[in-house]
């Protein structure tokens, strides 16, 4: 499950389990991005923040665990490269799965090498219960490996948590509270601070 994680929050962390479940996944390995090469428009917490905050969230699930393959990666992080370092550690009969929101399930074509990645993974796009599936069936007729599920928990957002804690609001129930702590002890998302 790939993502920037700033902060992991409860969708993400439901949205693992559901896939688990629901596609009879070994595990399920969180992949903080190292450098987001699609995240440009704004500032992002350090990866070394985002890592440990994934590894607290994470802590309770035998079933989850987290890399830092990406982190450790220098330079621009390309999803490409990343399952491609998987199929090395796991070999090449591992079925390997691509945990993503539905909405960056639509870039995947403008994505790095984004042929050899198709032919690489399955997608599992997340999406929200009411959403437009049928707008996948263009990716599927480009050769885009791709299942869908509906995962509730969605409606929360690293974007609307990270200005909670820069305007002071309840974050409680979104994140799990050691995540919060951690992001008050570390003044993470404070406004005016750059983490």
Known sequence: MGGTFDPIHYGHLVTAEEALVQFNL??????????????????VT??????????????SNPDFEVSRLEIDRPGTTYTVDTIQALRDLYG?????????????VWDILTWKDSAELAGACTFI??????????????????GIQMETMEVPALAISSTDIRARFADRRPVRYL???AVSAYISKNGLYAEGVTP
């Open 92 to 104: 090449p009969q591992a079925e390997l799965y691509f945990i993503t929101g539905a909405d960056a």
């Open 46 to 59: 350090s990866a070394e923040h985002r890592y440990l905050m994934t590894v607290i969230a994470t802590a």
């Open 125 to 142: 796009a997340a999406t929200r219960p009411g959403f437009d599936l049928g707008r996948f069936s263009e990716e599927r007729e480009r």
């Open 175 to 177: 994140l799990p509270e």
């Open 26 to 43: 070994d595990r399920v390995v969180f992949m903080p991005t190292g450098v987001p090469v699609r995240k440009t428009h704004r500032s």
